[in-house]
């Protein structure tokens, strides 16, 4: 239980220390309009775009699933950020999400909760039941190289899985580097590039190094449709 507590603590922390990339766990940013956003990097896959200036949705392997998401960039010129999504995945996985996030210049950082529910096949019963959870995660994103061409952060990021009785299930902690070059090619606005890890475990299962720590890794870029 000790343990537990230790890991809640470290997340919670990186939520006080953390801009146009895309993060392994929920933003509260809402894309611009008419922009339409590529995202292939494990373990956040996705292709998403924005409407209005206050909608945005896709399909997102962060957003799990299919995701629609309403929010707002900045109120009255502070950017404070905030928004709601609910998201689908074939019927079998369904998630509400609430997020609040502000950028501080040179650090960016968001804390956000969600609540799924799985459709999970029941051996005793011989039937499908749906099985609920709720998750916290945060982030923080720092600016520590600007050049004309390009940018370059550190991001931090935590995720913390808890039962519908409130029972601490899994967690996830990544560490990673992003490198954003403003050029454009072709149709493409600028290109950022992931490296790092991430750390995944259940609390109560044993830590294998093939099976809970993957390699972030992939690229990610936008191009402007109208």
Not at 112 to 124: C, N, P, R, V
Not at 134 to 146: C, L, N, Q
């Amino acid at each position: 239980m000790k343990r537990q507590w230790i890991v809640l603590l470290v997340i919670l922390i990186l939520s006080l220390f953390s801009f146009g990339s895309s993060f392994v766990t929920p933003n509260a940013g809402i894309i611009e309009d008419g922009y339409l956003h590529f995202d292939t990097f494990n373990p956040a896959w996705g292709i998403k775009w924005g409407l209005f200036g206050f909608l945005e949705t896709g399909i997102s392997q962060v957003n799990q699933g299919a995701y629609l998401k309403a929010g707002f960039n900045e109120i009255n010129d502070i950017p404070l950020k905030f928004s709601v999504f609910y998201s689908n995945t074939f019927d079998s996985l369904s998630s509400i999400s609430a997020i609040l996030g502000y950028d501080f210049g040179r650090i960016y950082s968001d804390i956000g909760i969600l609540y799924s529910q799985e459709k999970l096949w029941d051996e005793l019963d011989s039937q499908s039941e749906w099985i609920g959870s709720y998750s916290g995660f945060t982030k923080a994103s720092v600016k520590i190289i600007e050049k004309e061409e390009s940018e370059s952060y550190i991001n931090i990021e935590g995720f913390l899985n808890l039962t519908e009785t409130f029972d601490i299930n899994n967690y996830m902690i990544a560490f990673y580097g992003v490198q954003n070059f403003k050029n454009k090619t072709w149709i493409f606005e600028g290109i950022n590039l992931y490296a790092g890890l991430a750390i995944n475990n259940d609390f109560n299962t044993e830590f294998i190094l093939a099976e809970n720590i993957n390699i972030v890794l992939g690229l990610s870029t936008r191009i402007k449709v109208f």
